[in-house]
């Protein structure tokens, strides 16, 4: 299984920036996909998630902001990241596993439930 993550970079707040997640190793489309980040001394936080099925789930921080979304052919995640704020800047990782692991939706947002993780990419947002 790999994950790789991309996308990442400096931006002003405000703007907009679109990380992408290309998976390999695994029968994507029966996969719960997830993306995390993580700021200096703080916890990983679950950010957007999307199960086999479609159904999504945000952090209320990013709720209205962030769309996640995965194109099966392409064996690919993406987060589109809108009206970027200084306290998004992290490193973002791609997170997946199994989605029988996921009994309730609301564990897709859960780190432990993860057992493959990308290398990360990291999100700066200043002016």
């Known amino acids: 299984v790999k994950l790789v993550e991309s996308g990442g970079g400096l931006v002003q707040p405000g703007g907009s920036l679109r990380l992408s997640c290309a998976a390999s190793?695994?029968?994507?489309?029966?996969?719960?996909m997830s993306w995390f980040r993580q700021a200096p001394g703080k916890e990983r936080e679950g950010v957007a998630a999307?199960?086999?099925?479609?159904?999504?789930r945000y952090a209320d921080s990013v709720k209205g902001r962030f769309t996640i979304s995965q194109d099966n052919a392409k064996n690919t995640l993406y987060l589109q990241m809108d009206s970027l704020k200084p306290e998004d800047t992290a490193m973002y990782y791609c997170?997946?596993?199994?989605?029988?692991?996921?009994?309730?939706?609301?564990?897709?947002?859960?780190?432990?439930?993860?057992?493959?993780w990308g290398q990360g990419t990291q999100v700066t947002v200043s002016s």
């Open positions: 997170a997946a596993a199994p989605m029988k692991t996921f009994l309730l939706y609301r564990w897709l947002l859960q780190a432990s439930k993860y057992n493959y």
């Open positions: 190793g695994f029968t994507f489309s029966s996969y719960g």
């Open positions: 999307i199960a086999s099925d479609g159904t999504t």
